[in-house]
Structure formats: structure tokens, C-alpha cells
């Protein structure tokens, strides 16, 4: 990864593999979240552990834009890199309920300094710091993602509201999604959990979104791309995929479109060289042809 922690501007990881641009994070109907630089290295950002397994920061900029960010720490080494590699299969099917994986670098002295745990989270800062891996210029390597303010956790599965939003997924059920695009929300997060191997969902399986419940963002990948899958896993993240019975037109298509050298390459060059990769590699691919026959019992188009 490009080193920018002199600078503190985080940038977007490429849309790997994907023929167009990548969509906009769309965080409210027709509203695209702007971009703005990830100043980590500048004054009066605070930095605050909200997850202790895996390691994840609440960071404020100075300019108020809200961020989570994963480091590279002992025992999700691959975190970040499976962050990014989830939004770049995430921009080549289209989804926007992704936010964009910002490769973001911060000091560990900084990191040190204003480093603090949110109430309710069962860890210390020098537990923390002592699993983080600092590279040869003393930064801790790390992805980003910006979070809307007003994000909140809709409940865990199988919630009532969630079963109810699921049935909708069946097919022949109506599901309007001009007025409702949570339902397509739904399908890119069941779609990208299967496909990337997201065992983690299966440990927290909470979804968020904004207040007024019609959208769902894809967060929570760093456990994405496993070198091995447990085939209970495997299992689980399927039968949540079953549940997935309509599928956007727009995915389908690109479904249909997928450029897979250029993204097998790309999910590949993502992480660091490590033998592991072809495991990672082969598990995606074997995944992705069962979604492509799954799909295809659905629609005409593949």
C-alpha cells in the first residue's frame, strides 16, 4: 500500500476489476455521500475503540466527518485488505450500500496519544496497542470507511422487523423498491456476506442503517475472504443466500458481466504476498459459481 500518512489524506481503493466507475455510496435517497479527505495525521481527531475483536476505531476528523477504521493487528493482519477487496467485488456488481474502503494509514505514536475506549467495550488502550503492527516507518496500516451521522443499529437477526423484511425477498413478493430500496440494500449485503465468506456476520449479525429504516449498509467485512471457510460457516451464509429470491436487474447484469481476471487479480494484489492468497483466491471463485447457478434458477439472464 502507497504510504500517505505524512500527508493524512486517506484515498479510495480502485473500483478493481469493474468495466465502469464505481456507484456513489448512496446514504439517503438520491443523496450521495461527499467525499472528503481523511485527515488522521492533523490535530483534534479523536480516535476511540468501539469493537475489540476485530480491533475497530471511531475516528472524527477535523472537519466532523465520522469514520470506522480497521488496523492491521495480530490475529486480522488481513483485515484491511479484506475491506478493500470487498468494496472492489463490491463496485463490480454495482452495489451502492457499500461505503468506499479508504487505504488509511495513522502514526502509532498518534494513535498512542489519543487513543480511547467507548463505554461498554471490554478492552483497555494498552491492549489494544500492544496487538497493533507498525510498519518500518512506525505507521499502522488500516482501511476506513465513512459512517453517515444518524447511522444506528437496526437489531440483530432474526429480528421480528428483519424476518418481515425478508419475506419480501421471496419470490412474487412486492417489494417497491423506488420507495423502498432496503430490499435491494438486503440482497447486496446477503450477496457480498456469501460471496466473500463474511463469516463475522455470522457472530454479530446486526444490521445498520439510517432512522428512517429505508436503507442498509454493507458494513463489517474484516473477517471477509477467510483462507478457510468452515463448511458450518459455509453453510449458514448459504442458507441466508436461499432466502434471496428476486435479485435487481442491474446486479443480474452485472453478474452476468463480471470481469473475473482483472477482479481475481485485483482481490489478489489487495492483500500482501502470502501463500494463503491462493486459498483466499479459490474459495471466492468456487463461491461465485454457486451464486452464478443460484441466480440463474431465478432469473433468464444468466
Not at 442491474?250 to 485485483?266: D, I, K, Q
Request: aromatic content about 8%; overall charge positive; some cysteine.
Amino acid at each position: 500500500m502507497k504510504n500517505t500518512a505524512k500527508t493524512g489524506h486517506a484515498k479510495p481503493s480502485p473500483p478493481a476489476g469493474s468495466k465502469s466507475e464505481c456507484p456513489p455510496f448512496l446514504y439517503q435517497k438520491g443523496a450521495a455521500l461527499p467525499h472528503r479527505d481523511l485527515a488522521l495525521a492533523e490535530g483534534h481527531t479523536t480516535l476511540q475503540v468501539v469493537s475489540a475483536r476485530p480491533i475497530q476505531f471511531e475516528t472524527i476528523t477535523p472537519n466532523r466527518a465520522r469514520y470506522h477504521w480497521w488496523p492491521s493487528a495480530r490475529e486480522q493482519a488481513q483485515a484491511p485488505a479484506a475491506i478493500q477487496a470487498t468494496y472492489a467485488v463490491a463496485c463490480a456488481l454495482g452495489f451502492n450500500n457499500v461505503p468506499p474502503a479508504l487505504e488509511a494509514p495513522i502514526p502509532y505514536k498518534t494513535i498512542e496519544q489519543r487513543c480511547s475506549v467507548r463505554s461498554g467495550v471490554d478492552v483497555t488502550c494498552g491492549a489494544v496497542l500492544d496487538r497493533l503492527r507498525k510498519d518500518s516507518h512506525g505507521n499502522v496500516q488500516g482501511t476506513a470507511t465513512p459512517w453517515p451521522n444518524g447511522t444506528r443499529a437496526y437489531g440483530q437477526e432474526p429480528h421480528k422487523r428483519m424476518q418481515r423484511w425478508m419475506k419480501r425477498l421471496s419470490k412474487g413478493a412486492a417489494q417497491e423498491p423506488e420507495k423502498y430500496p432496503r430490499y435491494d440494500d438486503m440482497v447486496a449485503m446477503i450477496v457480498l456476506d456469501y460471496v466473500t465468506g463474511n463469516w463475522g456476520r455470522l457472530e454479530t449479525r446486526t444490521w445498520h442503517g439510517l432512522p428512517d429504516q429505508n436503507r442498509i449498509f454493507a458494513w463489517g467485512y474484516a473477517r471477509a475472504f477467510p483462507e478457510q471457510l468452515g463448511s458450518e460457516d459455509h453453510q449458514q451464509l448459504l442458507d441466508r443466500l436461499h432466502h434471496v429470491q428476486q435479485f435487481p436487474e442491474h446486479f443480474v447484469t452485472r453478474l452476468r458481466e463480471l470481469p473475473l481476471g482483472p477482479l481475481e487479480r485485483a482481490i489478489q494484489n489487495t492483500f500482501p504476498p502470502d501463500p494463503a492468497n491462493e486459498a483466499r483466491l479459490n474459495g471466492w471463485s468456487e463461491r461465485l459459481a454457486t451464486l452464478r447457478s443460484y441466480v440463474g434458477m431465478w432469473t433468464t439472464q444468466l
